[in-house]
């Protein structure tokens, strides 16, 4: 543009050049117009004259119309320059919201292995309150087992006690097997005292395994990512992918967790808007068991004046669940624009 400039600028200059020495040879011949010239000779000088005259004006209108091209030619500079400042700062936005989202997938990679660490950990506790739970199952067979032989022991117990007194109301020369009958009636006792203890011991052994599986709450929760934008509707966002969900809490299909522990919850979601629309937005609804009543949180990313770069937001909820209580993202707007990295996450804090 500024080669193109110089270029028309260059004829303004010859022009004037060409302008002032017309004036100049039309000074030159009236000056030296006073010596004696004939008719014809006066006659040529007003010809030339005249058309000095007319070159005059005809070098003034290009002139007039070199200014307007220079001051169109400068207008289109300047708009050029503007359009270009606009471009780099719509660049620098970009780069920095990459730079927010790049800070943002740090942070949810983050959580997601605190996430996946916790998980190792409950999944620890899970088999060993499974072991536990085996363990009470073999108690429990015990104690019943030991629960028959108690009662065949009190039957033996009963018939042994009516043949000893058959035997004190007759002759005791008569009963000649009274020191056999002494060892069993011995024997029953021994059984029914090991037999006592052992169901005490088994009471005491559940007692203690009921009072740790209450003192340690297995953790439930889940974490989804990656938007299933086919699957989703106004009324429900999808996910496709989980990294974490114990036993299934969160129905990939329908896009709901399903309370199965009531007790304190957190949820959490994060939106990442892509670029083309002005905003995205969803809402954490919770849904009562057999009950209309709605508990909703809603959580808008993106800038009403700009369709351009990447916005992200982050909402969070806690809230009191009872078994058969329902969470959700819903009443979303803006799904085919959210991106993949959109998240949504929820756990139990503490069961009643």
Same mark, same amino acid.
């Given at each position: 543009m500024n080669s193109d400039h110089t270029t028309h600028i260059m004829p303004v200059k010859v022009i004037v050049v060409l302008y002032?020495?017309?004036?100049?040879?039309?000074?030159?011949?009236?000056?030296?117009?006073? *010596?004696?010239?004939? #008719?014809?000779?006066?006659?040529?000088?007003? $010809?030339?004259? #005249?058309?000095?005259?007319? *070159?005059?004006?005809?070098?003034?209108n290009r002139l007039d119309k070199l200014e307007q091209f220079n001051?169109?030619?400068?207008?289109?500079?300047?708009?050029?320059?503007?359009?270009?400042?606009?471009?780099?700062?719509?660049?620098?936005?970009?780069?920095?919201?990459?730079?927010?989202?790049?800070?943002?997938?740090?942070i949810l990679q983050q959580e997601n292995d605190l996430l996946k660490e916790k998980y190792v950990n409950q999944s620890y506790v899970v088999d060993e309150l499974l072991e536990q739970s085996k363990m009470n199952e073999n108690l429990t067979d015990q104690f019943q087992s030991l629960s028959n032989s108690q009662e065949h022991l009190l039957k033996n117990y009963h018939v042994l006690l009516d043949q000893y007194? *058959?035997?004190?109301?007759?002759?005791? *020369?008569?009963? #000649?097997?009274?020191?056999?009958?002494?060892q069993a009636i011995s024997r029953v006792n021994n059984s029914l005292l090991y037999a006592n203890e052992s169901i005490h011991n088994i009471t005491l052994q559940t007692s203690l395994n009921r009072e740790k599986i209450l003192k340690t709450d297995i953790q439930l929760g889940? $974490?989804?990512?990656?938007?299933?934008?086919?699957? $989703?509707?106004?009324?429900?966002?999808?996910?496709?992918?989980?990294?974490?969900?114990?036993?299934?809490?969160?129905n990939l299909s329908t896009g709901e967790f399903i309370c199965t522990r009531a007790g304190v919850y957190f949820f959490t979601t994060t939106i990442v808007r892509e670029p083309g629309i002005k905003e995205a937005f969803c809402e954490i609804r919770i849904t009562r068991r057999n009950s209309n009543n709605i508990i909703a949180t809603?959580?808008?990313?993106?800038?009403? $004046?700009?369709?351009?770069?990447?916005?992200?937001?982050?909402?969070?909820?806690?809230?009191?669940?009872? #078994?058969?209580?329902?969470?959700?993202l819903s009443y979303c707007h803006g799904i085919d624009h959210m991106h993949l990295s959109s998240s949504f996450s929820g756990f139990l804090i503490v069961s009643d």
């Open positions: 002032i020495m017309l004036g100049c040879a039309s000074s030159f011949l009236l000056v030296n117009s006073s *010596a004696n010239i004939g #008719v014809n000779e006066y006659r040529d000088l007003i $010809s030339l004259l #005249v058309d000095e005259k007319n *070159a005059r004006h005809m070098l003034e001051l169109a030619v400068t207008k289109e500079l300047q708009k050029d320059k503007n359009n270009r400042q606009q471009l780099i700062d719509e660049n620098t936005k970009i780069i920095k919201d990459l730079e927010n989202a790049s800070k943002h997938l740090t007194l *058959a035997f004190t109301s007759q002759d005791k *020369a008569n009963f #000649v097997e009274k020191h056999d009958f002494n889940f $974490s989804l990512k990656v938007v299933d934008k086919a699957a $989703s509707s106004t009324n429900r966002l999808k996910f496709k992918t989980s990294l974490f969900n114990t036993d299934h809490v969160f809603q959580i808008t990313v993106g800038q009403a $004046s700009s369709t351009s770069g990447y916005a992200s937001g982050t909402n969070s909820l806690v809230y009191h669940l009872n #078994v058969g209580d329902k969470a959700s």
